[in-house]
């Protein structure tokens, strides 16, 4: 994930609480407060990062004491920060100053209480809740421990029902002891958003957009509904496949789809199921696993091979010290949380990924996802503290997976991925099947989780219905359920990284919509004519120049200056992903003519 750690953490300063009281603010014009605060928030980040990198990379307890002592402080500040900037706002200031103090109140992922007890203990949850999601094992019945990715390897190589089964559930008994705890975190959350001025803690994740939080609400849903009936049309063609391979007693041919078949533990990208999905058998290998294994890749070509997309684009390379202190490969001694982020460390002087690099095409493309951060980091590293973020969150999420669409058949064959380059029709089709299965089947789950987190935080979904709440909106939106039954003892949204690392999940719903649309503006301004499937923007500084001017702006402007900077549009928009899809949407049409749809 990206790990700006709340604009009030990016913003941190090291003062103690006296000096917190801002004496200064009544005599200080709104430049002078913005100016200060910034000033202020340096030496404090520093020290707040080092302590949540520490953390993340040697989970023990020693660390969760260092890093909630931390995670108080930024509280403290953030909440300081809050309240006098509150006093400005609507008084008379120049543009880019109104811009500042307007991203001083928008809130962060959790909004500081007030209440210095609040604070210690929303940093302390916090803390908590990450570390045990990073340490999590499952043990089976024999005694044999398996960590996450040892159970997600399961998950997509496994064909066998009752072993998916097996580690489905068994990733699942790691949430269980964080819910009560979850269950707190809502109430200090909704606490530290009312105190920041919003009705609860959904508000103010919906506040980040530059309009108003039911205008965002009903923007998100306006991108769901673009794209809901291919997904749908998806659906069935996998439901349908899955039945012929598992059987019709264990597929049922009208409902939902088991969770535990689809190739991922939570069900979030299905391409992993793609050799069971292959439209035409054996018609242009795209299997970069074990070219990547064959080619003897390691954790370290990896990275460089990602970096070398960015440059032949012309943004500039790494520095020395991202491969001096980034973590890439999985420590064999000790916790890690090992979901990959990357991290802007020391103002952009010493920018970093965590990932434990496995040497396969998943981690490959999530190292480019990473890197995606990284250049936005590197490109508005000069811009006033205030201003380094995404133009939206989406934004941020969305670079690296744009790059990784340029990854065409061309480009991996150049890179020696893979051995020749098929053109056909057939090889279209597989090739866009296999990109359905990861970008078009995340769409409802992208959506889904932050519907559950805003009826948790508005008291919609009561602490008692947690999973029930949780498992109506996967039928709803991906139109899967459990494999077995579940109870209230249960916590399956805490096993999914995001809930216990309280990340807003919409991000990557929109960057999914939007990744499609700075693609084609790109290939646009590469000169690229043809289908839009088939352009890859490798090697075009022009493109990059592009690219490069629009992360530039931080989040400097509203976000549709940036999307129009890139784009020509002011909106987000589904039609680019549609269009992309064209061939594979009427394949799927085809397929489906005479099946019963929908669950
Ligand atoms: O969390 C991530 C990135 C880090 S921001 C690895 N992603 C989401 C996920 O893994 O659930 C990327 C796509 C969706
Ligand atoms: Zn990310």
Known sequence: MLKKLSLALALLACVTSPLLAGEKESKETAKEFVERIQEEGKALAKEVEAAYWVRQNFITKDTAVLAAKAGERSLAFESNMVEQA??????????????????????????APNDPKLQAELAQVLTDMEGQYGAGKYCNADGECRELQELEKVLR???????????????RTVSPPYRKTYQRFVELGNQGAQDSGFKNLA????????????????????????????????????????????????????????????????????????PIMEPHAGVASLDVTSALEKQGYD?????????????????????????????????????????????DLDNGNDPRIKQCVEINEEQFGTLHHELGHIYYYLMYKDLPSVFKGGAHDGFHEAIGDTIQLSMTPGYLKEKGLIDEVVESPEATLNKQMK????????????????????????GEIAPEDYNKGWWDLRTEYQGIEAPVERTEADFDAGAKYHIPGNTPYTRYFLSFIMQFQFHKALCEKAGHTGPLHECSIYGNEKAGKALGDMLA????????????????????????IIDYFAPLNAYLKEQNKDRQCGW
């Open 203 to 274: 508000e103010a994740w919906q506040s980040g957009y530059d309009m108003k939080p039911e205008e965002f609400t009903t923007e998100a849903r306006r991108l769901w509904t673009q794209v809901k009936p291919f997904y749908d049309e998806l659906h069935c063609h996998v439901r349908a496949k899955l039945g012929e391979q598992y059987g019709q007693d264990k597929v049922p041919a009208n409902g939902p789809i088991p969770a535990h078949l689809l190739g991922n533990m939570w069900s979030q990208t299905w391409d992993n199921i793609y």
């Open 435 to 458: 990109l359905a299965l990861e970008k078009i089947a995340f769409l409802p789950f992208g959506k889904m989780i932050d519907e559950w987190r805003w009826k948790v935080f508005s």
């Open 157 to 171: 190589e496994s064909r066998d029902y009752d072993e998916l089964l097996d580690v489905w559930q068994g990733w």
């Open 86 to 111: 509150k006093k400005y706002k609507g008084s008379d200031m120049d543009e880019s100053t109104a811009r500042a103090i307007e991203l001083m109140l928008r809130g962060s992922a959790a909004p």
């Open 299 to 343: 954790e370290m070509k990896m990275v460089r091979t990602a970096e070398a997309f960015f440059t032949s684009l012309g943004l500039p390379e790494l520095p020395e010290s991202f491969y001096e202190n980034s973590l890439i490969k999985k420590p064999k001694d000790r916790n890690v949380v090992c979901h990959a982020s990357a991290w």
């Open 553 to 576: 702006l931080g989040q400097s402007k509203p976000w549709p200056d940036a999307m129009e900077a890139l784009t020509g549009q002011r909106k987000m928009d589904g039609s680019a």
